[in-house]
């Protein structure tokens, strides 16, 4: 079965612009989940995504946000990006209950010049 | 407020030792308890997982952790560490009691293992 895909795997971007991120689950996976990975604040989770529906959000401005399709790929945009904003921006996809495991995509890594 | 803390930033084993990589939790309800690894440039893969049951819980390559409920402790062994097991390590708990569905994990801060040949 193939892995959590991530695309693109690197951007680089300057500050005031908008990217997107997109994620391609494990088939049959329902539940994917974003978290950002930086050196200072380490792993923090941003949103998660069951059946098109944010089921939970993390502490971040709205400037970032999500949305799962149909087929349960899910895209995460950050708009005006800032310099703080520069980070591995990890997906996982996971069978919905609690119990299940999350498997994690090789992320994007976005620079903010 | 669930949390997980990781007090070693690095640890370092001879290659051939045993390792521990150290993990407490603090959650209201029985956690959900699971360990990563990361090597430079890549995801997180996963290791092991606690939900229920047996308090010694093996895992990939020769890991295994015990959960001790009375220290909210869930350390990461492996009886010989390999110069392949250099890389970075993350304990996650999942609080299947903070209300509503949800799959959040909260992380430590990941300690770095070091295995010198």
């Known amino acids: 079965k193939a892995g959590v895909t991530q695309t693109p795997r690197y951007l680089i971007k300057t500050r005031g612009q908008q990217v997107t991120l997109s994620c391609s689950p494990i088939?049959?996976?329902?539940?994917v989940s974003w978290y950002q990975q930086t050196p200072g604040q380490g792993l923090q989770f941003l949103f998660e995504?069951?059946?098109?529906?944010?089921?939970n959000k993390g502490n971040f401005p709205g400037r970032f946000s999500g949305r799962q399709f149909s087929n349960s790929r899910s895209e995460m945009n950050v708009s005006t990006l800032e310099l703080g904003d520069s980070a591995l921006y990890l997906c996982?996809?996971?069978?919905?209950?609690?119990?299940?495991?999350?498997?994690f995509g090789p992320g994007t890594r976005l620079l903010v010049l | 407020a669930q949390s997980v803390a990781q007090p070693e930033d690095q640890v370092n084993v001879a290659e051939g030792n045993p390792l521990t990589v150290k993990c407490t939790y603090s959650?209201?309800?029985?956690?959900?308890l699971f360990w990563y690894v990361q090597y430079p440039n890549r995801g997180l893969q996963f290791l092991l997982k606690?939900?229920?049951?047996?308090?010694l819980v093996k895992g990939s390559y020769g890991f295994e952790a015990e959960f001790n409920k009375s220290q909210t402790s869930f350390h990461l062994k492996k009886p010989s560490a390999l110069v392949s097991d250099s890389a970075l390590y993350f304990c996650?708990?999942?609080?299947?009691?903070?209300?509503?569905?949800?799959?959040?994990?909260?992380f430590g801060t990941g300690t770095l293992l070091a295995v010198q040949p």
């Open positions: 996982a996809s996971s069978l919905p209950s609690a119990q299940e495991t999350q498997y």
């Open positions: 959650v209201s309800g029985n956690p959900y």
């Open positions: 996650a708990v999942r609080d299947p009691g903070g209300g509503g569905a949800t799959n959040k994990l909260i």
């Open positions: 088939s049959g996976h329902r539940s």
């Open positions: 995504y069951f059946s098109e529906t944010q089921r």
């Open positions: 606690y939900i229920t049951g047996d308090n």
